[in-house]
T-cell receptor, first 119, second 115 residues
Framework: GESVGLHLPTLSVQEGDNSIINCAYS??????FIWYKQESGKGPQFIID?????DKRQGQRVTVLLNKTVKHLSLQIAATQPGDSAVYFC??????????????????FGKGTLLTVNP | GAVVSQHPSRVICKSGTSVKIECRSL??????MFWYRQFPKKSLMLMAT?????????EQGVEKDKFLINHASLTLSTLTVTSAHPEDSSFYIC???????????FGPGTRLTVT
């Protein structure tokens, strides 16, 4: 699921298989990472998050792995179901410093991967 | 979980007119709200960060006079697309950050079509 050119990367799996979606993030100072699922015509839906002081976190059927050395994030979905078909985005949260002296948190989204689950 | 709503969900307007999109946090207070736009098969691009009671911070390349943002209360932010053009047609998504944490809760999006 690496991004290539202007086309949305795609991953096609059979129902019941495990899926792995990859993401490369850009800012080594990012301290919080989130995976979102977006179905057609809807807003992003939170799936799982991980802080930079961890390298793995598990949820229900999902696992996120973080490799800070190579700035890589992955989402593993176990026993993929047709309802998992959607676009998946990783996002990195970065706390920036404003010229005013304040700070702002910004989420920067990756390019996304279209997951298609075949019954 | 926290709920964010947007209104309208879809809007069609004529070129040259203005359209307002509302974003509300329904069961929590949000000092910070964010506005994104998303083109088909593309990722979400942050347009601006809106802090309650102060001016919005716009991302590079986003015209603040064209995309007016008002965050007058802890539960409501509005985005007004002024003098809309067909190239402004897009999916606009807001999110709200709970006053206590890092997590952002996203609205369902508004599909804007400018004819």
């Amino acid at each position: 699921g690496e991004s290539v050119g202007l086309h949305l990367p795609t991953l096609s799996v059979q129902e019941g298989d495990n899926s792995i979606i990859n993401c490369a993030y850009s800012n080594s100072a990012s301290d919080y990472f989130i995976w979102y699922k977006q179905e057609s015509g809807k807003g992003p839906q939170f799936i799982i998050d991980i802080r930079s002081n961890m390298d793995k976190r598990q949820g229900q059927r999902v696992t996120v792995l973080l490799n800070k050395t190579v700035k890589h994030l992955s989402l593993q979905i176990a026993a993929t179901q047709p309802g998992d078909s959607a676009v998946y985005f990783c996002a990195e949260n970065y706390q920036g410093r404003l010229d005013s002296g304040g700070s702002n948190y910004k989420l920067t989204f990756g390019k996304g991967t279209l997951l298609t689950v075949n019954p | 979980g926290a709920v964010v709503s947007q209104h309208p969900s879809r809007v069609i307007c004529k070129s040259g007119t203005s359209v307002k999109i509302e974003c509300r946090s329904l069961d929590f207070q949000a000092t910070t709200m964010f506005w994104y736009r998303q083109f088909p098969k593309k990722s979400l691009m942050l347009m601006a960060t809106s802090n309650e009671g102060s001016k919005a911070t716009y991302e590079q390349g986003v015209e603040k006079d064209k995309f007016l943002i008002n965050h007058a209360s802890l539960t409501l932010s509005t985005l007004t697309v002024t003098s809309a053009h067909p190239e402004d047609s897009s999916f606009y998504i807001c999110s709200a950050r709970d006053t206590g944490g890092n997590e952002q809760y996203f609205g369902p999006g508004t599909r804007l079509t400018v004819t």
